[in-house]
């Protein structure tokens, strides 16, 4: 059974849970990282020498980087639907998934890691405001490109939702002030009616 190491609450981990919760895929799930160690093991770091979260085993074959799992399981198990099987359709999903990678998430990781798990006393607000302002302007292009989409890609959901779908868990939910974007609440809408999006994503407290 493929095994997957990382805790619930690293948005990393969350983007293959959802992933596989959405492909109907069968797991074990290993505590690793933060207060459960594990992943500064020799052990771990024989898989994954980043000593990060996650790592999955598919019946022997070992990968990590987030993305690469979520591409990997969707072509092998939704290949024409989480996955899809059209080349342009295709690099259209990667690019919203690089996009999240290079415009959204870098920008948005030092918010949350100021408000969510930094002492107040330790936050640098000067930078989580010029942050929020970057952010806001990345989630402002989203919210334009949903006005004329259900989802990242059209009007069916792909992998290229998963990884945004995960921040704007994070981005709706932090104590930031917020540009109005009546397209991206409406999607955020849309993806907490997914089973598998409340169940790994969306309930769990941004601790
Ligand atoms: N680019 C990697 C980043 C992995 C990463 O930064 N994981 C974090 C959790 S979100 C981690 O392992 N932090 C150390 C820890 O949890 O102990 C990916 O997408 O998988």
Known sequence: MLKIWG???SINVQKVLWCCAELALPFERIDAG????????????TMNPNGLVPTINDDGFVLWESHAIVRYLARKNGLGSL??????????ADRWMDWYATTVWPNLQP??????RTAPEQRNLPLVADLTKKVAAAMDLLNSHLANHSYVTGET???????LGCALAR???????????????????RLQHRDAYRQWVNVLPLT
């Open 111 to 116: 918010i949350f890691w100021n408000l969510v």
């Open 157 to 163: 959901f792909t992998m290229g939702d998963i990884p």
């Open 83 to 92: 996955c899809p099987a059209d080349a342009q359709q295709h690099a259209d």
């Open 171 to 189: 981005w709706l939910n932090l104590p930031v002030e917020r540009p109005a974007h009546a397209h991206l609440d409406a999607y955020y809408q």
């Open 7 to 9: 805790r619930c609450n």
């Open 34 to 45: 933060m207060k459960f160690g594990v992943n500064n093991t020799p052990e771990y770091r």
